[in-house]
């Protein structure tokens, strides 16, 4: 039971090149979710998914897309990365089902470097 | 206003010393709360829900204070393995997870 894995770990872009994290879960969630991590600041909502084939935008989406083409992947795109977008990006998921008791589960990050 | 408040730190502490955080909220509406913690580099991990009536779980003890808005997490006996930061984390809707900024805990040997 690996929980929520995130590839890739690291990378780095030039600006202006495009590229697409991966986010799988194997908990059977149904909610799943973006979130950038940047020094001093909370993490911040991206995008979210309340199930397959659904997505949503949340605090901070401009400049990214997601898809969630099956109920484990969320993936998320850089269009067309800007050195802003430099970050740790973390995905995470929750059982779903409208309960607001649940705490979010998260992977081990991706760090984005915008060159 | 930030929508959850901490205090940064770091909190410098002996080893064996207790050490207590706060956190505070501003939306009266908020849902569920929770203490992450966050080690260097890492993910955050949860460390616990907070209830209503107030929880322990070992050496961690955590509050809620709904009228004042604000909820605490108390350390007994720090362990040098305790350092990290940890996060607050509030919930106002089925996808609203508020976070923190998180405060820094360093504990000395």
């Known amino acids: 039971n690996a929980g929520v894995t995130q590839t890739p770990k690291f990378r780095v872009l030039k600006t202006g090149q495009s590229m697409t994290l991966l986010c799988a879960q194997d908990m059977n969630h149904e909610y799943m979710y973006w979130y950038r991590q940047d020094p001093g600041m909370g993490l911040r909502l991206i995008h979210y998914?309340?199930?397959?084939?659904?997505?949503a935008k949340g605090e901070v989406p401009d400049g990214y897309n997601v898809s969630r083409l099956k109920k484990q992947n969320f993936l998320l795109g850089l269009e067309s990365a800007a050195p802003s977008q430099t970050s740790v990006y973390f995905c995470?998921?929750?059982?779903?089902?409208?309960?607001?008791?649940?705490?979010?589960?998260f992977g081990d990050g991706t760090r984005l470097s915008i060159l | 206003r930030k929508e959850v408040e901490q205090d940064p730190g770091p909190f410098n502490v002996p080893e064996g010393a207790t050490v207590a955080f706060n956190c505070t909220y501003s939306n009266s509406a908020s849902q569920s709360f929770f203490w992450y913690r966050q080690d260097c580099r890492k993910e955050p991990k949860l460390l616990m829900s907070v209830y209503s009536s107030g929880n322990e779980d070992g050496r961690f003890t955590a509050q809620l204070n709904r009228a004042s808005q604000y909820i605490s997490l108390l350390i007994r006996d720090s362990k040098l393995s305790d350092s990290a930061t940890y996060l607050c984390v509030v919930n106002q809707g089925t996808y609203k997870y508020i976070f923190g900024t998180g405060t820094r805990l360093k504990v000395l040997a």
């Open positions: 998914s309340v199930g397959e084939g659904t997505t």
């Open positions: 995470a998921s929750t059982l779903g089902g409208g309960r607001l008791d649940q705490p979010q589960h």
